[in-house]
């Protein structure tokens, strides 16, 4: 019995160890694929020692839902297109916090009928770290749910009302004090199904006025809480892999967050709490804006790019919308031949996810040794003699840099303003998806190049071709 034990310890340490490395991997474009199978093997070597574990049951209803979780995973993994990958994200990770508050309620169960759940393990702080996980799995669960809502665009409006805030503070504040009551009063049911039930409330409400454009923040931080929530169980489960599995992606969660947030010199609290997205307007800045838009049309940009020596690239979530990467990449081909040199310049929070336009440009095939991030190649847009943007706003904006009165001032962007030239790829004429107004397109050097993102860029190939 001892040796079959420590067998299972080992495999664990061995799972969580390949988990380590697979998440190292995933830190680069170039050997994040690996990553992720490095990742699987482990998850996999986790999954068949818990099937393993001696006194283990239920083996019928495990093999269902890992039979149909993997199909649906499946499924979904090859339909869902790029540019709804954010959303996926968001589901996945919600399914993920969801499960470790199922976790949770069924090691609370065992408190009020020995026979109903697991044993609690972890001595005097397993309860209320099984208490603590509950809360964060539930909240990260329905929080995601909201957030996947949002970006699928079935919640077209954030929900912002007097007295929210307050109204949040004391849900949460009667949610713990819910969970100390289970703890250290009474382990009544009633007790357990409120607590629950105003944790997963919480999460609702705590997510629906955050807008829109805060969005890579939220699915990083509920990454973060559901990896804490994971950790929190496997602790009070005595599961090592489970333990170190949620630690990492938990702290990995956090710093993640935390650079989100710096690179839009906003702090967590005001993500979360100021409404930013769901509020800001062009409003009174539209009487300030000099200049005019000025339009160009795609045989005239093409000609400016087909003369240029540098030709910097800035995608933004207007790309993933238009599907338009592999038409983008057709085009900076097709300028190096001219030999033009061709590069991408990718803002932290561009799109609606960590990575997303990484991942799609990855997609499209776009070498990663001319993708540059926002400090690597920053200092180059006054040596371009053309920055061409595609879909992206507010990570362009110059007000961020000039004007203190702006919502997004102080918040790091890319200098394409100080490009020689600028051409501007836009559906249409109005604000961003903060609802702040973008001076760069009014500037002397930039022109507007209006239509959809794929269409406009099929134009600029075939006048290239032309050329």
Known sequence: MASEILMIQISYFVAATLFIIGLKRMSSPVTAQGGIIWAGVGMLIATVISLATPNMGNY????????????????????????????????????????????????LLAHINPNAGSEIHGGAVGLPLAILGALIGSVAFTGSLVAFAKLQGLLKKSVIYPGQQWLNLILFIAT??????????????????????????????????????????????????????????????????????????????????????????????????????????????????????????????????????????????????????????????????????????????AGRMPGHMNVLLAEAGVPYDIIFDLDEINNEFSTADVTLVIGANDVVNPVARTNPDSPIYGMPILDADKSKNVIVIKRGKGAGFSGIENYLFYADNTRMLYGDGQKMAGELVASLKEL
């Open 60 to 107: 019928m209803l495990m093999m269902v839902a890992i039979f149909i979780g993997s199909l649906a995973a499946w499924v979904t993994g090859k339909k869902v297109a790029m540019t709804d990958m954010p959303q996926m994200i968001a589901l996945y990770n919600g399914m993920g916090g969801g499960s470790a508050a199922a976790i949770a309620a069924l090691a």
């Open 176 to 349: 713990v004090l819910l969970g100390l009551s289970f703890i250290f009063q009474d382990y009544q049911m009633e007790t357990l199904l409120l607590f629950f039930a105003l944790a997963l409330v919480f999460g609702i409400l705590m997510t629906l006025p955050i807008g829109g454009a805060d969005m890579p923040v939220v699915i990083s931080l509920y990454n973060a809480l559901t990896g804490l929530a994971v950790g929190f169980e496997g602790f009070v489960l005595g599961n090592a892999a489970m333990m170190i599995a949620g630690t990492v992606v938990g702290s990995a969660g956090t710093l993640l967050t935390q650079l989100m947030a710096k690179a839009m010199n906003r702090s967590l609290a005001n993500v979360l709490f100021s409404g930013f997205g769901a509020t800001a307007t062009a409003g009174s800045e539209e009487d300030d804006v000099q200049g005019s838009l000025k339009p160009i049309d795609a045989n005239d940009a093409a000609i400016m790019m087909a003369y240029a020596e540098k030709v910097i690239v800035v995608p933004g979530y207007g790309m993933a919308v238009a599907q338009a990467q592999h038409k983008i990449w057709e085009l900076c081909r097709l300028l190096q031949k001219r030999d033009v040199t061709v590069k991408f310049a990718i803002h932290p929070v």
